[in-house]
């Protein structure tokens, strides 16, 4: 496993009023749409599902524009929100890998949030030293950037959740100050397959907070394998 990646200062829990939720939940689709005026398509946050057409092109444009894709077709409320983020960014996505990080490099001069962490699996040495060298660029983009961020920003990301200790994992989440999103795929909606993501959850509420913060002690250290324990006749069965 590999170890814990950081970069910036230290991330301290801090005394700044996280803000409320902006609005009531909701169900957003990642799509595109045509733009007469342009003669183009451009990234476009449905409410309902997107028609044949527009998952088709989004679909298509992703897988020819690879890496630049994930930020170019991700949602732009998400992206919003991580803009306008006051105290944190969190990110649970055991997938999340640098295709998808660049997601933050379109925020980081904008938000204000002092506190960015993500949690993914494993990613193999390449990628593990891709990781360090690019929470360092983006660590020096926050806080070099003009005007300066209202507080030092902090960011790390810890690449541990492998499959063995952390079986169970499987949905994507992000909590944007109190704010919990839910993602049905890749976290920020650039995964070129037809995905939505909900918003506009308590995180205190809903225990995210606990749970993320559990999972992110918890996985800068080994835990031993446990055989699996056979289920008893009367439990066989149960769902």
């Known amino acids: 496993m590999t170890g814990i990646v950081l970069a910036g200062p230290s991330i301290e829990p801090t005394a700044t009023p996280v803000p409320n939720l902006p609005g009531p939940s909701e169900l957003l689709w990642p799509s595109v749409r045509f733009v007469p005026l342009r003669s183009m398509w451009a990234r476009y946050d449905e409410r309902g599902f997107p028609d044949r057409t527009s998952i088709d092109t989004r679909r298509r444009e992703i897988k020819s524009t690879d890496r630049e894709a994930s930020d170019a077709l991700a949602l732009d409320a998400f992206l919003e929100a991580m803009a306008f983020a006051q105290v944190r960014i969190w990110i649970l996505d055991p997938k999340f890998d640098m295709s998808q990080a660049i997601i933050l490099e379109a925020v980081v001069n904008a938000t204000d949030a002092s506190d960015i962490r ?25 806080n070099d950037r003009s005007p300066r961020p209202v507080r030092e920003i902090g960011i790390a990301w810890r690449p541990v959740l492998n499959k063995d200790h952390y079986p169970y994992l499987h949905d994507r989440f992000a909590i944007v100050d109190e704010e919990l999103w839910h993602f049905g795929a890749t976290v920020g909606g650039g995964h070129h397959g037809l995905n939505a993501a909900s918003r506009g959850w308590n995180a205190s509420e809903t225990q995210a907070i606990r749970f993320f913060e559990h999972l992110w002690e918890e996985g800068g250290t080994e835990r031993p394998r446990h055989a699996r324990t056979p289920l008893a006749p009367t439990q066989r069965g149960r769902r």
């Open 118 to 142: 993500l949690l993914s699996e494993h990613q193999g040495a390449v990628q593990s030293q891709q990781i360090v060298d690019f929470v360092a660029d983006l660590s020096r983009l926050a």
